[in-house]
T-cell receptor
Framework: EAGVAQSPRYKIIEKRQSVAFWCNPISGHATLYWYQQILGQGPKLLIQFQNNGVVDDSQLPKDRFSAERLKGVDSTLKIQPAKLEDSAVYLCASSSAAGGLDEQFFGPGTRLTVL | AQSVTQPDIHITVSEGASLELRCNYS??????LFWYVQSPGQGLQLLLKYFSGDTLVQGIKGFEAEFKRSQSSFNLRKPSVHWSDAAEYFC???????????FGAGTRLFVKA
């Protein structure tokens, strides 16, 4: 089966610009996650969707980050405006069941550099 | 709130030697524990997980981990390391609802010939 797809793979922007990342989860997976992985750190959960509803967005900086999951399939994560500290790899993952106890399948990530 | 500590930022092991990566967690109830591996340019892949039952868990690629409640540890082991095992390894803990997974900072494994 096809894995989790993400695009773009790399993005370079200047601070205060906006950027959007796209994720297509594994077909049939109900739960979708966005993580931020800063260099030298482990992934940090930003937002978790079950179908098209938000389960957890407690660590999402809502003043500049937004995410949506249309029709419970694809998802988009947006940053507007970007700050230098947003430089990181943004990982999308999906799992078939609700919650984090099922295996999460990760995409390759989008590496964002903010100058 | 749960947390995960991986004390070793990086470890170097000779090919064919045994490996143990340390992981300590903090959580008030019985934790759900995971080990993931991240190879260069690739996404994270689940190696193994512990929910309950036998405290010694077998995973893919010849890895195993042992849950020790008294030490709040979930160390990852492999009896003989291969050069292809060079990667970054992440320990993670999920709460009982399973709705949030917390990852450690990772341990980078280098394998020397």
């Amino acid at each position: 089966e096809a894995g989790v797809a993400q695009s773009p793979r790399y993005k370079i922007i200047e601070k205060r610009q906006s950027v959007a990342f796209w994720c297509n989860p594994i077909s049939g997976h109900a739960t979708l996650y966005w993580y931020q992985q800063i260099l030298g750190q482990g992934p940090k959960l930003l937002i978790q969707f079950q179908n098209n509803g938000v389960v957890d967005d407690s660590q999402l900086p809502k003043d500049r980050f937004s995410a949506e999951r249309l029709k419970g399939v694809d998802s988009t994560l947006k940053i507007q405006p970007a700050k230098l500290e947003d430089s990181a790899v943004y990982l999308c993952a999906s799992s078939s069941a609700a919650g984090g106890l099922d295996e999460q399948f990760f995409g390759p990530g989008t590496r964002l550099t903010v100058l | 709130a749960q947390s995960v500590t991986q004390p070793d930022i990086h470890i170097t092991v000779s090919e064919g030697a045994s490996l143990e990566l340390r992981c300590n967690y903090s959580y008030g109830a019985t934790p759900y524990l995971f080990w993931y591996v991240q190879s260069p340019g690739q996404g994270l892949q689940l190696l193994l997980k512990y929910f309950s039952g036998d405290t010694l868990v077998q995973g893919i690629k010849g890895f195993e981990a042992e849950f020790k409640r008294s030490q709040s540890s979930f160390n990852l082991r492999k009896p003989s390391v291969h050069w292809s095992d060079a990667a970054e390894y992440f320990c993670a803990v999920a709460d009982t609802g399973g709705f949030k997974t917390i990852f450690g900072a990772g341990t980078r494994l280098f394998v020397k010939a």
